[in-house]
DNA sequence: TGTACATCAGTGAACGCGCGTTCACTGATGTAC
DNA sequence: TGTACATCAGTGAACGCGCGTTCACTGATGTAC
């Protein structure tokens, strides 16, 4: 055997030069030239990898959905238990801030994220992972509203998710062009509404 | 001279053509020969009419923009003066339904908007009419807010806008694959949220 | 009234390009013996 | 220790296709005279 070449790191390389077109680009500007350039590798070699460009696709949506799962997981809802008044509303933030663009690298993961939702609605490759996104993050987020007593939670988390999704897309997008300190000011409002009436 | 055809009624069936294959497709489904097709002329004739690719998609960003403007000055906010309790919250939830994607025709409205925003991330010609519809639209939520007397309402109305770009793209992708029941449900609970303190 | 022409709606072939896919190939290296 | 081979990483040309664009063209009709 030849092999030296642990196969999954080189389809992570791949997979990260996609999630690099994808936010200078699009979903439509992964092409399999590009991702190739981009990886700095021959189209073949990617071929080599990914039996074709929708594989290549399938494998990013689902290294996507693991980053967010991830993210979610770094910040256990039960750290949230007990606490209540502005300690309440920070630990919140701080927990939905996990997955929004307020950062280089946030924005990065956030564009990847709304770009595939997005595509999800015409192309049934992404409907699994758009699903299995919503469905962490709205568990994730009932939770967190459980753990701090607001009432209602299942309509309070959809509130809050819808929020998310809106603001990240202002904040990525001409629409709004909402900056990372309004971004966060609108956020903080929204979630003190939310605990009003704890 | 032959002509007979009204030149702006011909640009119209085009772009109509080219909005149900954004809405079929997404943006990247518009192409010249497809919209030709789609609009039951040849792609000779749509060239006829528009300068090419790039003219034919900024017309289109030009109507949609128009549209979104006639939606929103349907239901002036003057209307909402004097309203409290539950007919306020009537009132603003009529208002804001125009541009949610609650039956078929403001689906496919509202799947174009959001198509177009999400272009206007990468394609500069977008960003123009992307940054109009959220400037009219933060505009009359605004005034609706200030009129029903809810304070700090320009912080109030990007809260409402996000909810809005949420709960549309949830509505209209496998990602939260919201009922339209359940979009109304959650909007209203948004709406209470704002209106609470009044 | 009749004729020539200007105007413009509409046609469709041809171009070069980037795309996904296919496939025969090279070359390096670990293993078998 | 040395040699043959199996394995697999990596290469890049070739294919057919849909694309935006270009352009020479047809044909109908209103106008000029």
Redesign the interface.
């Known amino acids: 055997m030849p092999a030296r070449i642990d196969p999954e790191q080189r389809r992570q390389q791949v997979i990260e030069a996609a999630f690099r077109l994808v936010v200078?680009?699009?979903v439509?500007?992964v092409s399999l030239r590009k991702v190739a350039d981009e990886s700095g590798l021959n189209i073949g070699s990617v071929r080599h990898y990914f039996d074709g460009h929708s594989d290549l696709l399938s494998a990013a949506a689902e290294e996507a959905g693991d980053r967010m799962g991830r993210r979610l997981s770094a910040h256990p809802t039960e750290g949230l238990r007990g606490l209540t008044g502005e300690a309440a509303l920070d630990a919140l933030q701080a927990l939905v801030e996990t997955v929004m663009p307020i950062d280089a690298a946030r924005r990065d993961e956030a564009?990847v994220v709304?770009?595939l939702?997005?595509?999800?609605?015409?192309k049934p490759i992404?409907?699994t992972m758009?699903?299995r996104?919503?469905s962490d993050l709205?568990a994730v987020l009932r939770e967190a509203l459980d753990v701090l007593g607001v009432a209602?939670s299942d309509?309070?988390a959809?509130?809050l998710?819808?929020?998310?999704?809106?603001?990240t897309?202002?904040a990525?997008?001409?629409?709004?062009?909402l900056s990372i300190d309004?971004l966060r000011?609108?956020l903080r409002?929204?979630l003190r509404?939310?605990l009003?009436s704890v």
Chains 1, 2 share one sequence.
């Open positions: 200078e680009e699009g439509e500007g564009i709304v770009e939702v997005m595509a999800s609605r015409t992404f409907a758009s699903m996104m919503a709205g209602e309509v309070a959809a509130q998710a819808a929020v998310i999704g809106g603001l897309t202002d990525v997008t001409p629409h709004g062009a309004r000011t609108v409002a929204h509404m939310l009003g």
